[in-house]
């Protein structure tokens, strides 16, 4: 079974301080991890994927395999980031995809 | 280009009625899936289409929801005899080959009343 937890429902944060967003797995095999945001009124989309290794918007991921985590961090929170984000695993292929419950992060100006 | 659509945008149904939920993919993307949003509860999975077939409709919550997609693009879920707490955002997403990003359509608002 894949699980996806992210232990926070809301996160406050003032402008300007560092963010991390945490988020656990359980997987028996190579997972794929991303993480989508959901700002007001727009769609789901997505943030990034531990596989670009990339940054996007200032946000980074890196995948922990030992931990099993994938938290996502931005070390200077703007308050155009106040958001839902959602952790999301695959097994890859044509499987599905388990979401977290999302987190709520508050960016307080 | 167009994106993932979805409709109606909202529904109003009374309890034990069906009602039927449309979604429209990105002309090419093989795989389509349903989640549903509920509040506190994240996106849950209901089901995924690889082409026309679904290979894994787990997620359904009960015999009262289906769905189906032909020729490999719309699909329509289906809930029949609606109950209260089915009322969600039911939302639909479509990826290139299933592996990767997601493109998710506005949702579809259900109430029940």
């Known amino acids: 079974a894949q699980r996806v937890t992210q232990p926070e429902k809301l996160l406050s944060v003032f402008k300007g301080a560092p963010v991390e967003l945490k988020c656990n797995y359980s997987y028996s095999g190579s997972p794929e991890l991303f993480w989508y945001v959901q700002y007001s009124r727009q769609r789901l989309q997505l943030l990034l994927r531990?596989?670009s290794r990339e940054s996007i918007k200032g946000f980074t991921a890196d995948l922990n395999k030992g931990e099993t985590s994938f938290h996502l961090k931005k070390p200077f929170a703007q308050e155009e980031d106040s958001a839902m984000y959602y952790c999301a695993l695959t097994g890859g292929g044509y499987q599905k995809v388990t979401f977290g419950i999302g987190t709520k992060l508050q960016v307080i100006p | 280009g167009a994106g993932v659509s979805q409709s109606p945008s909202n529904k109003v149904t009374e309890k034990g009625k069906d009602v039927e939920l449309r979604c429209d993919p990105i002309?090419?993307?093989?795989?389509l899936y349903w989640y549903r949003q509920s509040l506190g509860q994240g996106l849950e999975f209901l089901i995924y289409f690889q082409g026309n077939s679904a290979p894994d409709k787990s997620g359904l919550p009960s015999d009262r929801f289906s769905a189906e997609r032909t020729g490999g693009s719309v699909s329509t879920l289906t809930i029949q005899r609606t109950q209260q707490e089915d009322s969600a955002v039911y939302l639909c997403a479509s990826s290139l080959g299933g592996r990767g990003e997601q493109y998710f359509g506005p949702g579809t608002r259900l109430t029940v009343t």
């Open positions: 531990h596989i």
């Open positions: 002309s090419g993307h093989t795989a």
